[in-house]
């Protein structure tokens, strides 16, 4: 019994000096090769650290700011309580929803424009002074808050996506030139309303680089939704192109 205890003592013993040996073999490589050897290991860390950032930045970023684009009829009653802005570009005569009540009156807007593109057919087409009433909009964000913008037009397919986009380059939320990512990631297929395009390029001092902008947009939705393109109904809009 004596001896079975004194062999095992001394097996934990050599067991110990064997760890202690290599871990002194392991401080004693070169810095260079201890990192090869634990390169893997903190590489994998590193990447899953990154990630961690990358995913809590782009969480920030969306409690920060939100679009929505909407239809009249996809505005619920209910609306999500994030939003706490709200511009509606209805035809003259159409009540915004009610339910946009519920935000504060200084935080919502409504603009009464045809979506259309000139005066014709006793059409009101957006005019520069409703331009000048979404920048003056757009300036009264508090950008230091977070911001949950919807905006709605009949379809949410043109004016609502023109209106955004001009908003966005006035808060300074997109560039001219990548304004139209964000909402084709918001809302797609969109049709933005040309004129408003137009007007909002020349209030925003775009030099043409909103326009350009905008044509590109009218390409993506061409390749992507051709049916909605040569049909624009709500039911064609479901209708992507497979590539």
Known sequence: MNWSISAF???GIRAAAASAAFLVLLLAIHPRHRHDCLAHKSADT?????????????????????????????????????ITHAVS???????????????????????WMHDALDATRNKRPPSMADVTALCDFADRVDDKAPVHLLVHCHEGRSR??????????RMGIGTPTSVFDLILATRCPVWPNWTMIELGDTALRCGGAL???????????????????DDPRPQNAFAVQKR
């Not at 570009?89 to 603009?111: F, H, K, N, W």
């Not at 609502?160 to 908003?167: D, E, P, Q, V």
Request: glycine share 2%; proline share 7%; with cysteine.
């Open 211 to 229: 326009e350009q902008a905008c044509h590109q947009a009218y390409a993506h939705v061409r390749e992507t939704h051709p049916a909605w393109v």
């Open 46 to 82: 590193l990447r899953s650290r990154n990630r961690s950032r990358r995913q809590f930045r782009h969480l920030l970023m969306d409690r920060i700011f939100k679009l929505s684009i909407l239809a009249l009829d996809e505005v619920s009653d209910a609306l999500p309580r994030s």
């Open 89 to 111: 570009l209805v035809d003259p005569g159409t009540r915004p929803p009610a339910s946009l009540e519920a935000i504060p009156a200084s935080q919502r807007m409504a603009l």
């Open 9 to 11: 003592v001394i097996d």
């Open 160 to 169: 609502s996506s023109a209106a955004a986009a001009i908003l966005l380059v």
